[in-house]
Structures are given as C-alpha cells and as structure tokens.
C-alpha cells in the first residue's frame, strides 16, 4: 500500500523548516506537522541570532562541522533570499590575566575546525575598535553575525510551500505506530480549541523525521515498535537562559563575549538586526518548561550587571531590563559532559525509515542548513 504522504517532519523550528525544504528541493512529498498555531513559536525564536563561526565546539564534532558548513550555507541562503543578515564580528574578551591562556586555547580549537580567520588583539587594539571595552587581549571573529531568524523562517516557509510541500500548523502528533508494511501511522489531535472536542486523524507516510526540540523525547516514546536492543532516546534536560535588554543604543559595533567558562560562553553581549542590544543568556537548569522571567529578588539583574561590568565598566545598571528568555533542549544533565548534536537515524535506533533528532542547542540556527542537508542524504532519493 502507498502512504498518503512521502515524507513528514514534525517540528517547525528553522530545523524542522530547513529539513522540510530540502526533501522538498529533493523531490520528496513532503508535509510539515507542528502544534504551535505559527512556526518557530518555541526555541527558534528565542535564541541570541547569532551566525556562530564554529570556534568552541570539540574538533571532529557534529556540532563543529555543521556549524562551520552551516555558517557559510546561511550567509549564502540569506544573500540569495532577502534576508536581512549583518556580519558585525565579535569580540572574545579576556579581562583578567588567567583568561588570557584561555584565549590561545580557543585559537587552536578555531584552528582545528576551520575557522581561520580570527585574529589576536592586545588590549589596546581591542579599545581602538570598542572603545567603552574593558580588556587585556581578544580575538576577533570577522565571520561572526547576526541574522534576522523570523525573516529566515519564513523565507524557508515559502520554498517548502512553494516547491508543493505543505505545512499543518496548531496539531500536534500524539502516537506514531510502525505498520507491518514498514509504514509509519501518525495519529494528530488538533491543538486549537478544547483538545477533549478535537478528533483524532491518522496519516501514514514512508520517511519521518522527528525534529521535536524540547519535545523530542516526549515524541520518541510515542513510537509503538522497538529500538535496537540497547537503544532509548536521549533524555531532554532544559535549561533556561534569560536576557536582559539595554534601553539604549549600546556604545559597541561588535558582539562581546568574554572567556568562556566551560560549555557555556558567559553573559555575552548580542546585538539585533536592528542594533538593540542585549545580555545573556545565563543557565538555570529547570524541570518544567516555563518561559518567565525568574528574578523575583533582582539578585539575577545584580549578576548580569556585575558580568557584563567586567568588559563594560560603565554600563548604566538603570538601562537594563528584563528581556525574555529561551530554553535549551540539552541532552546531558547539570555536571555531565557537554553532549553532541544527536541524529539518530536506523543504523543507531532500529527503525528504518526514521530520523530523530536530539539536543540541537546552539548553534542549531546557524547549522541548520547542513543538519538539512545530512538528514535528506540519510533519507536518500523519494521512492
Ligand atoms: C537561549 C538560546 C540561545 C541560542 N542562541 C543561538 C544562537 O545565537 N545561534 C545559534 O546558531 N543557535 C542558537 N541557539 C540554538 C537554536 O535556537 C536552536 O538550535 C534551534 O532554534 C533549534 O531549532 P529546532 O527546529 O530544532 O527546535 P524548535 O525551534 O524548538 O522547534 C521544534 C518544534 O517542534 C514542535 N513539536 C514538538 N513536539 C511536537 C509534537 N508532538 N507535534 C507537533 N509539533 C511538535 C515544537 O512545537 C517546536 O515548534 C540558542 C538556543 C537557546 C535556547
């Protein structure tokens, strides 16, 4: 028996959205499920849009790979379609001198990965280019910049609908089960309205690809088949990050990062497509998902000011407000090792036909036209 459909994705995010398009460019039917009532409602919209360069991320990675392709595809993509990017470059600041081996130590894994381009500053240099920074060395990455992820979103909206593919917004997908004919079965319940009056549908298909975010564990377990003996899906563990916004025009031209610390890069300074600029984001680790602001006593708006006071003594502390906030998909818990992006295809879960994919933080903007690319060559040509 035929499915109804070639191929579906569930989960529109840039990920998601990106993934659809190229099966689409490729020949594939392709339909794309999500249960927000608009795309990119959850993490794509609330990132730093930042175009990561590919510097921290372990050599050999999945996550430096893709970001170093990635990088170069959405420069190019957003040239070629009107989408309003803004290559600023940015600042890794070392402000005291035990920051300044870590800067080196960043140099070579840049190096590692193919980024190239960066270059050493002392101090002064640094405050010729920043004068309000406050640093002892930095290095520059002129192929950092910022991108308008709305204005991306939709552009990607447009190709996959225009190339005959098909976006089903406000559904969610509740079970999926694995045919004997090796078809997939999605059942979906619409999410407008009371779900108690909303019917079930099913819709089959040939290739799924699940790229859920901070829901892709939940997803995963709704499968009725067996993974390969040993296999389960990886755990989602969010962690939030907030932002604090500056009522001003901020006095730099660069994002500002200072040294990172660990897996993550420290309160960092953003600037928007329009030149607004922001803080953030921090790291709580979380057990629900919950978009609030949580300051209730200020003492995370003293933190901010105190961090970002380290490269910009002068920030006026009564310019910043509360932002919004973002949260990550992490597949690794609160002291673990940092994981990699996880794109589980058959060969790691069993299950032919079917791509899942996990953890993809940041910089899941940025490669989200090579994670596209890698998942449409694991599906292959349509049948
Ligand atoms: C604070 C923060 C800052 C970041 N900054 C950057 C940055 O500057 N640069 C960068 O490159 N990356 C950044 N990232 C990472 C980037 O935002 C993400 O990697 C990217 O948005 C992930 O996209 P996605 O499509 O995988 O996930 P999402 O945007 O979360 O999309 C997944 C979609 O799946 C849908 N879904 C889930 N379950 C179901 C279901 N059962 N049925 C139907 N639909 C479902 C959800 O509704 C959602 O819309 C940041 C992330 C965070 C949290």
Same mark, same amino acid.
């Given at each position: ?185 999605? !059942? ?5 309205? $009371?779900? =108690?009056?909303?019917?079930?549908? +099913?819709?089959?298909?040939? *290739? @799924? /690809? ?122 690794? !818990? ?5 994981? $990699?992006? =996880?794109?589980?295809?058959?060969? +790691?879960?069993?299950?032919? *036909? @079917? /791509? ?28």
């Amino acid at each position: 028996m035929s499915p109804d459909i070639e191929t579906i994705v569930v989960g529109a995010g840039v990920v998601g959205l990106a993934i659809a398009r190229e099966m689409a460019m490729r020949g594939h039917q392709t339909l794309l499920i999500e249960r927000n009532e608009r795309i990119g409602a959850e993490t794509s919209s609330r990132n730093s849009e930042v175009i990561h360069a590919g510097i921290y991320y372990p050599p050999g990675s999945v996550r430096a790979k893709m970001c170093v392709k990635g990088r170069d595809m959405l420069y190019a993509f957003a040239a070629e379609n009107g989408v309003n990017v803004n290559r600023l470059g940015k600042l890794i600041v070392a402000t005291v001198p035990e920051d300044v081996p870590q800067l080196q130590t960043i140099l070579e894994r840049a190096r590692a990965n193919g980024v190239n381009d960066l270059e050493q500053l002392d101090g002064q240099a640094a405050k010729a280019l920043e004068p309000e920074l406050d640093c002892i060395a930095a290095l520059l990455s002129p192929s950092t910049g910022v991108i308008d992820t709305h204005e991306l979103m939709t552009a990607l909206d447009g190709h996959l609908t225009s190339l005959g593919g098909e976006i089903i917004l406000s559904t969610n997908v509740t079970a999926i089960d694995v045919r004997p004919d090796g078809l997939f079965s999605l !059942a979906t319940r619409s999410t407008s309205g $009371d779900d =108690a009056d909303s019917e079930e549908t +099913t819709i089959s298909c040939r *290739n @799924l /690809i699940l790229s859920a975010g901070l829901g892709a564990t939940q997803l995963a377990k709704r499968i009725n088949a067996s993974w390969r003996e040993g296999y389960a899906p990886p755990q989602v563990y969010p962690a939030k990050g907030h932002y604090f916004t500056l009522s001003q025009r901020a006095p730099f031209s660069h994002l500002i990062y200072p040294a990172p610390s660990g897996a993550w890069l420290g309160i960092h300074l953003t600037l928007d497509i329009a030149g607004q600029a922001k803080f953030g984001p921090d790291l709580q680790w979380i057990d629900t998902i919950d978009y609030s602001i949580d300051d209730p006593d200020g003492k995370r708006k003293e933190t901010f000011i105190r961090e970002v006071r380290r490269y910009w003594p002068d920030l006026p502390a009564d310019k910043l407000d509360p932002g919004y906030t973002g949260i990550r998909p992490k597949i690794y !818990a609160q002291g673990e090792p940092a994981a $990699d992006f =996880a794109i589980h295809g058959p060969e +790691t879960h069993g299950i032919e *036909n @079917l /791509i899942a994919l996990y953890g993809i933080e940041s910089p899941g903007l940025t490669s989200s036209p090579a994670i596209a690319e890698h998942v449409a060559n694991l599906v292959g040509k349509p049948s």
